[in-house]
């Protein structure tokens, strides 16, 4: 299983958002490339980047951190976050992204969408699915859909994806654990999907669990930053 921190960038600077609520945000360091540098000398060889001012205005905005990270590292990023036309596309491989996450393109313009798979390759891309009570939510959590988790996924996966990374919305910066019952759900209906987890990790023990469950990968954020995971003790899944 492969361990991937995150880092959220807001301003600039490397942050944690609570429940993803702009209003609950921490700080935990001004420069993001010494964090990733970080997470790169502990081993680690992933990162999940999001561009949370990309998120909110729609489109790519922290390109520049992304471009620092991706040339002073060896880390392979996936981005996310603003990812709404070719050009925020072509900027997010362009700025060094070895995968483009993308959440609420896949629900509200599939046309689109399915021209970049084509186009870029569909191994390029990581479908996000934000989920609460099974349903996807979009638009940065405000705005709850008609379509499940299991739905959005056979979808993509017809379509040559084979990433794809699942967070509970109920769970996200909690600290409360992980949404291992749903994974499991989930992979018993589609086996063959690299499954990542992402969301409420708080322990080693829970990171077992969820290779255990078949995950292919998982995101840690606020457990790391909180020490409650030591980067060190993550060489056991590498």
Known sequence: MTIIP???IIDGKCVRLTKGDYSQQTTYNEDPLE?????????????????????????????KILEKIAGKTNLLVDFSGGISTLKNVEIAF???AAYAAIGSMAVKDEFTLSGWLMAFGA????????VKDEIIVIRGWTETTKITVFELIEKYKLKGVKDFFCTDVNKDGLLQGPATDLYKKILN????????????????????????????????GKAIYENRIALSDLKRFF
């Open 6 to 8: 995150a880092i959220d």
């Open 35 to 63: 964090v990733a540098q970080q997470f790169e000398d502990a081993g680690l060889q992933r990162l999940h980047l999001v561009d949370l001012d990309g998120a909110k205005a729609g489109e790519v905005k922290n390109w």
């Open 94 to 96: 362009g700025s060094g």
């Open 123 to 130: 191994d390029k891309f990581i479908i996000g699915a934000d």
């Open 189 to 220: 209906q589609q086996p063959s999907i690299n499954l990542i987890a992402s969301g409420g990790v708080t322990s080693l023990e829970e990171l077992e669990d969820l290779r255990q469950a078949g995950c292919k990968g998982a995101i840690i």
